[in-house]
């Protein structure tokens, strides 16, 4: 009896410890969106809180989940929380297409990201 009651907390951290190292998977519905597929120039003249979809390249980052973002109309700061890359490396090079809401405070404009898509 006391054998078993050892070898079961080994068990138990084992597998969890397995199930760590495991790639989660998560999906989703991709398709067609009510966010409207816009540029950088376009964005600029959204109402706040608006929903968009911008294609192009994250150039650089800012620090705290801030990136400057480039189409080839211009380019702009988003905030991207950083579950949304869901373990994914986005380089300059890398085509991204982000959803998120038009932010405008005083005079600079930017996008909030609800979620980011590697177009392939």
């Known amino acids: 009896m006391f054998k078993k009651l050892c070898v079961l907390p080994l068990v138990m951290f084992s597998s969890i410890s397995f199930a760590a190292i495991l790639p989660i998977q998560q999906g ?7 966010a409207p597929q816009l540029t950088v120039l376009q964005v600029q003249d ?10 192009g390249h994250i150039v650089s980052t800012q ?3 801030n990136y ?4 080839e109309t211009g380019e702009i700061q988003v905030e991207i929380d950083n579950h949304l890359f869901q373990g ?12 998120g809401e038009v932010d405008k405070e005083w005079k ?4 909030d990201a609800d979620s980011l898509l590697i177009n392939q």
């Open 28 to 34: 989703g519905f991709k398709g067609p969106s009510s």
């Open 46 to 55: 959204a109402q706040d809180e608006t929903l968009v979809s911008i294609t």
């Open 63 to 65: 620090g705290d989940e």
């Open 68 to 71: 400057l973002f480039k189409d």
């Open 88 to 99: 994914q490396t986005v380089t300059p090079e890398t085509i991204i297409t982000i959803v």
């Open 108 to 111: 600079q404009i930017s996008i």
